[in-house]
């Protein structure tokens, strides 16, 4: 019966441990950033319903490993209480990863303000839309790259002040891709509406379980800046 209800549950960001037995909770921490209240709350629900630590992603989120299917529950409201969201898996946009650049001599822009709306627009509101696959979306502060936007699906690269590049096609996969910069520089603004566009172009011309890197390799890069940009 677990394993029947695991891959609804996956969906909903609990992710069956290797025991059969025991999930893990993946947590969204928009930007990387966690206030101490939201800390201390993770470090509780750990000792509480968990194994007694969390694991760190690659992506900036947690994770929290060895809770029960009876507490899954009870950790979503104990998050919720303090803001913190479970964070989803399946064919929709993930929670955007950026840099440090909110404190970060070298950023061009602010990444922290940029990536909150960026959660909350596509992230959150794209949130019902069924993609093709998975998409992930990288912001950096500068051109040294750090939260390496060119194995996102779309990258966002500070260039000039309050300027950024756009990066398409990247993927850190069992096959890797790196992403190529469409022409032009943009604002925010106008980098909000690119993504907003790729998203939408994907929708309709990817194939079902295809990655959108995937897919700019079957149609061509040209093709897909053209429909983006042209």
């Known amino acids: 019966m677990l394993q029947e209800q695991s891959a609804l549950l996956k969906g909903k ?9 025991h999930f893990s909770c993946r947590v969204v921490v928009p930007g990387g950033k966690m206030n101490a209240q939201q800390s201390k709350r993770v470090s509780e629900i750990c000792t509480q319903y968990g194994s007694g630590y969390f694991y760190l992603t690659q992506r900036e989120n947690i994770e929290i490993p060895g809770i029960l ?100 096609g990247g993927m850190a996969a069992r096959k890797q891709f790196l992403g190529q910069e469409i022409q032009g520089l943009y604002t925010l603004d106008e980098a909000t509406g690119i993504i907003e566009k790729a998203i939408q172009y994907y929708k309709e011309h990817g194939n079902k379980g295809e990655r959108f890197a995937q897919m700019i390799e079957r149609l061509g890069f040209e093709t897909v800046e053209k429909a983006l940009i042209g």
Do not use: W
């Open 69 to 168: 299917l009876d507490n899954l529950n009870e950790v979503s409201q104990s998050l919720a209480e303090v803001g913190l969201s479970i964070g989803s898996t399946g064919p929709r946009p993930r929670p955007i990863t950026t840099c440090k650049g909110a404190v970060c001599k070298f950023s061009l822009y602010d990444t922290e303000g940029y990536t909150s709306q960026l959660n909350e627009k596509i992230y959150k509101g794209y949130y019902d839309v069924t993609l093709p696959g998975k998409l992930r979306i990288i912001t950096s502060g500068c051109f040294n790259n750090c939260s390496m936007p060119h194995v996102g699906c779309i990258g966002i690269i500070g260039k000039k002040k309050d300027q950024v590049a756009i990066s398409l």
């Open 13 to 21: 960001g609990f992710l069956l441990n290797k025991d059969g037995v």
